[in-house]
């Protein structure tokens, strides 16, 4: 039997891509979009790809329907259309303009020019490509004074090559059953923050992340059955100190996978694993809860 699978059963590879991903993370949470493109793919590769390959993949095969531009020195928000001649000026009302011109099937792209965008980012229930500087996420940043400077509500998010500065409240937030990867970026913080990244009733996955800055509440949070999962090659970069790295909350869950190292200057004012109000957290290793310092439970569960 010949496994080599034409684009043009691109439902049948689909199945096969979010099978395996469910094998492997025991998680239901990928969807994507069908288009024809000209590309011969097999079983046995999909077999063989790891989970960032496997979702990566499925990003690939979802449709790009459209694609803008945004630009803080030289775009305009008045006379500007979102194309690569006539960007738009503020984020914002990048996202606003591109729901009302866009289908809500299939994904957006929008490419973010370098410079600093001192704004509240808000994104609803879009299928969306955000990305700034992959080779100097720096170049790229979002400030927000107040606030929550990025939030993700509905709808599947991959963002990558962003420095994010927060205010008091959470730098970023997945919420409303949002899909959020957040790849090669940076979150800087020098205040008590309530977290850098945060998921309420969504699944978050950090890549290649770094947190710098020398203040800060909870590096990550989860609650309302919402995951986030640093799944690969995220770094504390700076000396900071902290409340507490990690807090899983009202039924959240937290995934300590080893891919998140710390360097050895960071300060716990709090705990390292904060577990409260039935919330839980998984180490994705063979210690048991008792050896990982700093680790609590009230009310909650750590396995």
Known sequence: MNNVIDVSNLQHLMSAIKSKLDRKSNLDHLHGNMVNISRI?????VETMNIEELEKTLLLFSTVIDEFYVDGANGSDLSGDGSEGRPWKTIQHSIDSMKKLC????????????????ENVEIESMNIN?????????????????????????????????????????????????????????????????????????????YDVN??????GSILGAS????????????????TTVTN????????NVIVSGATSFTSSVTITGRRYQVTQM?????????????????????????
């Open 279 to 303: 919330g839980r957290l998984e180490t994705l290793s063979n210690l048991p809860a008792a050896t990982i310092a700093g680790t609590t439970a009230t009310g909650g569960t750590v396995i």
């Open 130 to 206: 955000v990305i700034g500087n992959d080779v100097t996420p720096n170049a790229v940043t979002i400030k927000s004074l107040s606030g929550r400077t990025f939030q993700a509500l509905g709808g599947d998010l991959y963002i990558s090559g962003i420095r994010f500065e927060g205010s008091t409240l959470r730098t970023f937030l997945g919420a409303w059953n949002n899909h959020s990867r957040i790849a090669n970026c940076v979150f800087y913080s020098n205040v008590v923050n309530e977290y850098d990244v945060s998921s309420e009733s969504s699944f978050v996955r950090l």
């Open 245 to 252: 790295l990690v807090h899983s909350y009202h039924m959240g």
């Open 224 to 239: 309302y059955h919402g995951v986030i999962w640093p799944w690969n090659n995220n770094k504390v970069i700076d000396p």
């Open 41 to 45: 793919i097999t079983l046995e590769d």
């Open 103 to 118: 289908s809500p099937i299939g994904r957006i792209s929008l490419y973010i020019a370098n410079g600093i965008y001192v």
């Open 211 to 216: 947190f710098a800055g020398p203040l800060r």
